[in-house]
């Protein structure tokens, strides 16, 4: 096994501290040859306490691919967890998939969060389910087991999109064309809160069985959500979907979603702005999901999370109509405000 600090060394050809995406504390690399586990782990920020953040098992190109993409979702969760006004520091992990995820790669892989003592407290994320992280907790106790995220990832969504509505248009849901690209734990539940609240919704996944299984009537699967033409699109899969060229396909007039990190890059928050499509920020809204993993440790009942979750909504409020009186995007009103 091999269990290593890379943070300020050159590993894998790369040097670490040196890479584009890199403002982080530490970066730590795992390594069990007999069960097939390479893993990284990034700790971005641990000023308000411990980095949490989830565990995604994801087939990589390269190795820069898999270092790239958790540094970019640690850095994504600090952002998170403060827009959520939550007590942790931002976190994340990785898992190289070669192969099948097996119970005794989980198992090297909770040795691996031992290692670190608690400073990265790890979730379920693409790839890596609630079952997954409950059988990691048998042999870590740092682990959130306790709840399934996406509910309440989906929940602060929908009471986002609804104020973003009322503000765009000054109506409710009723009859607003929706699209959402990704029926997950989240796009789904999403989806039926939207429904229920009179919206036509319209859903893609790349896996047409999560679509087969949409019974609501309501509910119509379709075969690209990007393109679709609708009054507000909801990315609820994979992140970076958002290029400088992608953008010209989009045919709707908000962006409210809770993939990580929708843009390739920062700078096309305002490339967004300035072709008139309002973007609200993932790191802004998709906060739900650790308001909901916490709640135990932060010892909030059911009522305390929906206001939570509510207050969500109020802050998107207050950023959209700070964007439109000072003629910025979103993103940079919410920078401006954390400053």
Same mark, same amino acid.
């Given at each position: 096994m091999i269990f290593k600090d890379i943070t300020d060394i050159n590993f894998n050809g790369i040097d670490i501290s040196s890479h584009h995406e890199f403002?982080?504390?530490?970066?730590?690399y795992y390594e069990d040859q007999n069960v097939g586990l390479k893993s990284l782990i990034a700790i971005h920020n641990s000023v308000k306490g411990p980095a949490i953040g989830g565990c995604r098992f994801k087939e990589y190109d390269s190795f820069d691919a898999g270092l790239t993409d958790v540094l970019r979702l640690?850095?994504?969760?600090?952002?998170?967890?403060?827009?959520?006004?939550?007590p942790f520091g931002g976190g994340k992990a990785v898992i190289f998939k070669h192969g099948d995820k097996s119970q005794s790669l989980l198992k090297s892989f909770a040795a691996f969060l031992n290692n670190l003592k608690g400073s990265y407290i790890s979730a379920e994320d693409i790839g890596i389910t609630l079952e997954d992280i409950k059988f990691v907790k048998k042999y870590s106790d740092y682990v959130f087991d306790n709840?399934?995220?996406g509910p309440y990832t989906a929940k602060g969504l929908f009471y986002s999109i609804e104020?973003?509505?009322?503000?765009?248009?000054?109506?409710?849901?009723?009859?607003?064309?929706i699209a959402i690209q990704g029926a997950g734990s989240v796009g789904?539940?999403?989806?039926?809160?939207?429904?229920?609240?009179?919206?036509?919704?319209?859903?893609?996944?790349?896996d047409r069985s999560k679509l087969d299984s949409i019974e609501h009537k309501n509910?119509?699967?379709?075969?690209?959500?990007?393109?679709?033409?609708?009054?507000?699109?909801?990315?609820?899969?994979?992140g970076a979907i958002f290029t400088k060229s992608?953008?010209?396909?989009?045919?709707?007039?908000?962006?409210?979603?809770?993939?990580?990190?929708?843009?390739?890059? $920062?700078?096309?928050? +305002?490339? /967004?702005?300035?072709?008139?499509?309002?973007?609200?920020?993932? !790191? #802004?809204?998709?906060?739900?999901?650790v308001i909901g993993l916490t709640k135990d440790l932060l010892h909030r009942d059911?009522?305390?999370?929906?206001?939570?979750?509510?207050?969500? $909504?109020?802050?998107? +409020?207050? /950023?959209?109509?700070?964007?439109?009186?000072?003629?910025?995007? !979103? #993103?940079?009103?919410?920078?401006?405000?954390?400053?």
């Open positions: 403002c982080h504390e530490k970066v730590y640690s850095k994504g969760m600090t952002d998170k967890n403060n827009a959520a006004q939550i709840v399934d995220p104020q973003a509505i009322n503000i765009y248009f000054s109506e409710d849901l009723q009859n607003k064309k789904k539940k999403l989806a039926e809160h939207l429904v229920n609240s009179g919206a036509q919704v319209y859903i893609s996944d790349i509910i119509t699967p379709i075969d690209d959500a990007l393109s679709f033409e609708c009054d507000l699109f909801s990315p609820c899969a994979v992608s953008i010209n396909n989009l045919k709707c007039k908000i962006i409210a979603g809770g993939a990580n990190n929708q843009l390739l890059d $920062a700078s096309i928050a +305002k490339d /967004l702005h300035d072709i008139g499509i309002v973007f609200i920020p993932d !790191i #802004l809204i998709n906060s739900g999901g059911e009522a305390q999370i929906e206001m939570a979750l509510k207050d969500i $909504a109020k802050r998107v +409020k207050g /950023l959209m109509i700070s964007s439109k009186e000072n003629s910025i995007s !979103i #993103l940079e009103a919410l920078n401006k405000q954390t400053l």
